[in-house]
């Protein structure tokens, strides 16, 4: 155990706290939880590159740590009325998509490495900051961050679908340069 594997657990304990204060209609503190839940992404991450702690671990769980957070915050939103289900099934389907693939290219072939991508990563930050819009707006509710939550949702449904996109393309190209496949 490590600082920045302390960081990512501090975001999975978090995460059933986050979501229960989303449920439970407390917006104010569900936004303050959310936002300290979302800086520990950042610090993992700062903190394993400066104090040079990159580990299994800690590369395994971070990415199943933002997966935790940010499902839950979506379903806890949906549950709450905050957010279409349809948009939920987007988050959930392509992460579900993505732990699919990972499984079958585990079983069927040599690839062991799952690295986030650049995509995965963008995606991440759009859903973090679609995430707090929307608690936002349940707080100050006015045209201007209603407009932005709206539009937040088709840009953020967009780079998560896009995201997978990539995910599926980088598989493939994985697939086809093993030894054996033709190219």
Same mark, same amino acid.
């Given at each position: 155990?490590?600082?920045?594997?302390?960081?990512?657990?501090?975001?999975?304990?978090?995460?059933?706290?986050?979501?229960?204060?989303?449920?439970?209609?407390?917006?104010?503190?569900?936004?303050? =939880?959310?936002?300290?839940?979302?800086?520990?992404?950042?610090?993992?991450?700062?903190?394993?590159?400066?104090?040079?702690?990159?580990?299994?671990?800690?590369?395994?769980?971070?990415?199943?740590?933002?997966?935790? =957070?940010?499902?839950?915050?979506?379903?806890?939103?949906?549950?709450?009325?905050?957010?279409?289900?349809?948009?939920?099934?987007?988050?959930?389907?392509?992460?579900?998509?993505?732990?699919?693939?990972?499984?079958?290219?585990?079983?069927?072939?040599?690839?062991?490495?799952?690295?986030?991508?650049?995509?995965?990563?963008?995606?991440?930050?759009?859903?973090?900051?679609?995430?707090?819009?929307?608690?936002?707006?349940?707080?100050?509710?006015?045209?201007?961050?209603?407009?932005?939550?709206?539009?937040?949702?088709?840009?953020?449904?967009?780079?998560?679908?896009?995201?997978?996109?990539?995910?599926?393309?980088?598989?493939?190209?994985?697939?086809?340069?093993?030894?054996?496949?033709?190219?």
């Amino acid at each position: 155990m490590n600082l920045p594997n302390l960081f990512t657990l501090l975001r999975l304990l978090l995460t059933p706290v986050v979501a229960w204060a989303i449920a439970t209609r407390r917006p104010v503190l569900a936004l303050w =939880l959310f936002a300290a839940a979302a800086l520990t992404d950042y610090l993992d991450g700062a903190a394993a590159r400066w104090m040079h702690l990159r580990t299994s671990a800690g590369e395994k769980l971070d990415p199943i740590a933002d997966k935790c =957070l940010l499902s839950g915050v979506f379903l806890a939103q949906a549950v709450a009325g905050l957010v279409p289900w349809w948009f939920v099934a987007v988050v959930f389907g392509r992460d579900l998509y993505i732990l699919l693939a990972a499984g079958i290219l585990l079983l069927t072939t040599p690839i062991r490495q799952f690295p986030p991508s650049i995509w995965g990563k963008v995606s991440t930050c759009v859903q973090i900051g679609t995430a707090i819009v929307w608690m936002g707006k349940s707080i100050w509710n006015f045209w201007a961050l209603n407009a932005l939550a709206a539009a937040g949702l088709w840009i953020c449904t967009g780079f998560t679908l896009g995201s997978g996109i990539h995910y599926t393309w980088h598989g493939v190209q994985k697939v086809r340069q093993l030894p054996g496949r033709s190219h």
